[in-house]
């Protein structure tokens, strides 16, 4: 998943993009508003995490311009103002959530992965599709109740695919969404995670998780089990 | 006296009365005055006939020839009456009118003069009489004294009196209603700048107008002009003082955040939880009075009500978004015309904290209520705001203890009872009340209740 973090603070920017890093999220970052909305205009986003006082330009107004240009991915609202004037304001112009600093970092990984997973349309915290189970939160996959290691790569894969379950998502979409801005983007290094993935999940080619639509890209194929 | 279209015309009334008592007295005495003279002048004629027409008898006494020149003193009760006493106040000649009457004797003037006298018939007929004493000449060369004495009744005179006085007071009267008619139209005319100010004023309270009008008199440009300055001052104070506010509080947070930030990146260990409490802790104080006071009641006045609708369907709206996942039913009750008379961030605060609050702790129901808190006048009612839940509610012990924090704040528990401390503080501000109990749908409810503004704390109270 790729994020870009709007803040105008570098301590705290540095900060955060470090601790996404960490969670596994590839981070795109803007100090001012103007290179903020750039991004949020131009680069493959899949939520934005944005501070409400920045120079240049408001990040209500960036939330507007964003919402405005038809771009439809969470906007997570990260404010030092915590009245609800404020609050409320911040929601309307199109933001889905709000932090309020200071904040644990906890929070706003809890707040960004429940806004990433209902981006997808699941409602609950642990997506089941048939046997198999994503934990978010805990970044966990299991099949049949049999938690499956897998190296932080082929989770950020499977976490994508699945929070898309039933979308077809090309390589490219893949490789721009998961990896850092300096990696090699090379295709084929994908095909090989993938591979992966299916030995992992499916060792006796049984459930057949991700299914390979030929020059299209790839699809998380089993049904949702929205109940779960 | 309160009004003062009511002293002006009370005022007003007071003067007219002087004026036109004073000059009823004074026409009324220069008429009875004149009317006695010309009564008199009168009297003093028929005297003077008496004295020509009078002529010795052949009984050598003085009498009077049978007809005389004034009719009425040959027709019987005609109020003209005449009569010639010799020294002995015995009658020697009685008008023919005074038959059965009899003429008072009164004061006998002097040898020679006249007197005018004012007495009464036996039936208490107020009369007018003049005697006069004369020495009279006979043909023998002889001088024998005589009283003549003429008198009228005042009957007429008084009745014509009584007559000019009903007409003097009519017309009086007449003409004082029309003045105090005029007057009080004057008065609405002269007064009618002042209401529309008044008018104006009131629509300012409303929120309808933002500025008093330029279309005044040039007596009262001033006042308005100061007035507005008042209002725009008042206004930018409140937004200037708000924004700086912000602006402390915005600056000082950042710099927490990139400090836990910086202070969790490297350090797990108990150190680095015993710094983030106090973080926490300068958190909430910057959350607790950093927020920007209510505004005083007097700001209120300037400030246009909030329509409490509006702005509780923005919260529920926003409300859903961040509650998505456990998706309470909202359910919303307020009266259409219920504004509230104060800030609308303040307004805000208070159901914005509740509602967040009720949504946190509710199983899947929450209801805002908010009505009149006395009657239905949209300016001076006051706002009933409850906030119920179907959660687990809060024991009446634990409620007090709730409402303590706020006041103290470093015993707080970050994250918990802020909101709630922070309503309870607006709701004062307003001279209000917080109160929390069980609702009927299991959970707690929450009531705020805002006085009328008219009962609200004054700044210098």
Known sequence: MRLLVIEDDATLLQSLTTKLVESGFAVEQAADGKEGLYYALEYPIDLAIVDLGLPEMSGLDIIREVRK????YPVLILTARDRWQDKVDGLEAGADDYVVKPFHFEEVSARVNA??????????????????????????????????????????????????????????????????????????????????????????????????????????ALERDQSG | MSSLSARLLVSVSVLLVLFFGTTIVVLDTAFRKAGEQAQDDILDGHLMAMLAAAEPTEAGVLGMPPDMPEPRFSNIG???????????????????????????????????????????????????TLSLAVQWEFPDGELRPYIFKVAESLDSFNAQLSKFRRQLFGWFGLVALIMLLAISILMRRLLKPLRRMKREIGEIEEGKRASLSGQLPTELVGVARNMNLLIDSERARSDRYRFTLDNLAHSLKTP?????????????????????????????????????????????????????????????????????????????????????????????????????NACKWCDHEVR??????????????GMLLRVADDGPGIPADAADALLQRGTRLDESTPGHGIGLAIVKDIARSYGGVLTIGASDLGGAEITVTIPPISSQPRPDA
Do not use: C
């Open chain 2, 78 to 128: 005609s109020g003209l009456y005449a009569e010639i006493r010799d020294d002995l106040d015995a009658v020697v000649w009685r008008s023919r009118s005074a038959l059965g009457l009899e003429v008072p004797v009164g004061v006998v003037p002097d040898d020679g003069n006249h007197l005018f006298l004012d007495e009464a018939l036996a039936d208490g007929t107020p009369l007018r």
């Open chain 1, 69 to 72: 240009q038809g771009k439809s």
């Open chain 2, 256 to 356: 927490l955040a990139a400090m836990r930030a910086l202070l969790n990146e490297r350090d797990k260990s108990d150190f680095a939880g015993r710094y983030n409490e106090q973080i926490d802790r300068m958190d909430e104080i910057v959350r607790y009075q950093l927020r920007k006071p209510a505004a005083s009641a007097a700001e209120n006045l300037v400030l246009a009500p909030v329509q409490v609708g509006n702005e509780v369907k923005r919260l529920v709206d926003g409300l859903h978004k961040v509650y998505i996942d456990k998706n309470p039913a909202i359910d919303v009750h307020v009266d259409d015309d219920i504004r509230f008379r104060g800030d609308t961030g303040d307004f805000l605060e208070l159901a914005g904290n509740l509602l967040d």
């Open chain 1, 115 to 220: 806004l990433l997973r209902r981006s997808g349309g699941w409602a609950s915290s642990v997506m089941t599709a048939g046997p198999v189970t994503l934990d978010m939160s805990r970044q966990e996959l299991s099949v049949n109740d049999a938690q499956i290691e897998l190296t932080s790569f082929e989770y950020k894969i499977i976490e994508y695919l699945m929070v898309r379950a039933g979308q077809v998502i090309s390589k490219t979409e893949l490789t721009e969404r998961l990896y850092d801005q300096d990696f090699e983007r090379d295709s084929n290094v994908i095909e090989v995670f993938i591979g992966r993935l299916r030995k992992k999940l499916d060792p006796d080619n049984s459930i057949k998780p991700i299914e390979t639509l030929r020059g299209r890209g790839y699809r998380f």
């Open chain 2, 368 to 381: 805002i209520t908010i009505e009149a808190a006395v009657d239905h006048d949209a300016v001076a009612s």
